[in-house]
């Protein structure tokens, strides 16, 4: 594969020649593009001594004139590392003011980008609403690590270790558009169930985990149709979203959307009861104790398991105990393929957080755990898992 490191200037540059040795092991062609900043941490003849290739650095060289095109149209994947809190300002905005910047905007490849700067920076509103930005578009964001930083402070922020880029270039590699020509359906986020025009029931749901499922399909090549609940997330790029508040319209839009859906998903929070007789006033606050008697919703995942046919049907286990034995309950009770099983109550994974820990529950009997990580690299492997187990069941028919 063809390969562009971008580098940014940071002090984890230096990591960078590392990630640059480490990718042409893996017998890409690499070619290192730095920004002026860059060049003051590391300089260019350390990138082609490892790369063997010309460093583009200047955007107005006559040689380069039109190089930055060039570049982008020959080269299958977009690396930055380290990408500066500046620089990741820069692509979320579209400022096209050095090479690598003009470079990335008429680059349309997969976008892989590996933060780095200081805890505080990393966490600031305007970093955290770029990386967002980055995210909806469908680039992978590699979490930076926690841990001493070159500032003197400890915290997030320490780019990612070059084995570990270097891993999530070469599963992109790998992985390429392998979703291409399916569709995915998937729901996402809480459902709000009314119990008077201006009260509801939902949950902590913020979709963030559906979402993250959504772009890694769209990345993978695959039409994605994204059903959501209510939630304050941007629309992932390239994916079709369709928004709705209840459980009952979630069921509606899912069963209009499922005959073309090879592989369904069910990552939403569906709340399981609703009012089954909303009034149409707002109710009085009064001394008395209010009762309400509440229904059950529709189980779509159950219902969608009842006429599966050949599609591949991954449900999802919130659990706060039990985890194994409750996601493989309802894997079978709700004739699924697959069981997400995540653990919700805490505050780092599962519910509203960045990260989630899952367990996969298969129908082939076997588990696959999937240490803490980003919900989009989480993502990720699951569709790996996906793939390899509609394989399985595909040969075990076919025996
Ligand atoms: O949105 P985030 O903040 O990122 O959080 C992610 C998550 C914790 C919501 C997600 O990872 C998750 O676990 N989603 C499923 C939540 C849930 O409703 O789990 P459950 O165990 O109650 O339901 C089991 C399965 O049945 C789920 O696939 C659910 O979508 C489905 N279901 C449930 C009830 C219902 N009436 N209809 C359904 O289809």
Sequence with gaps: MKI??????????YKSAELARLLMQQGHQVTAVMTDAAQRFVTPVTFAALTGRKVL???FAIESAIDHIGTAQENDLLVVAPATADLLARLAHGLAGDFLSTLYLAFTGPVLLAPSMNVNMWQHAATRANVEILERRGHRVIEPGVGYLACGMTGAGRMAEPEEIAAAVDREARAGRDLE???????????EEPLDPVRYISNRSSGKMGYALAEAAAARGAHVV????PVHLSPPHGVEVIQVRTAAEMRTRVFENLEPAGIVIK???VADFHLSHVPDQKRKKTAARLSLELDPTPDILAEVGRQKGDRLLVGFAAETENLRQEARRKLESKNCDMVVGNLVGGTETGFESDENEVVLVLSTGDTVEIARASKREIADRIFDEILKLRLSLHSAHEA
Excluded at 4 to 9: E, N, S, Y
Excluded at 226 to 229: A, M
């Design 4 to 13: 562009i490191l971008g580098v940014g200037g940071g002090i984890a540059a």
């Design 57 to 59: 650095t200047d955007l």
């Design 181 to 191: 020509g399916e569709t995915v359906l998937i729901t996402a986020g809480p459902t």
């Design 226 to 229: 994204l059903i959501s609940g």
């Design 267 to 269: 990552a939403a929070a």
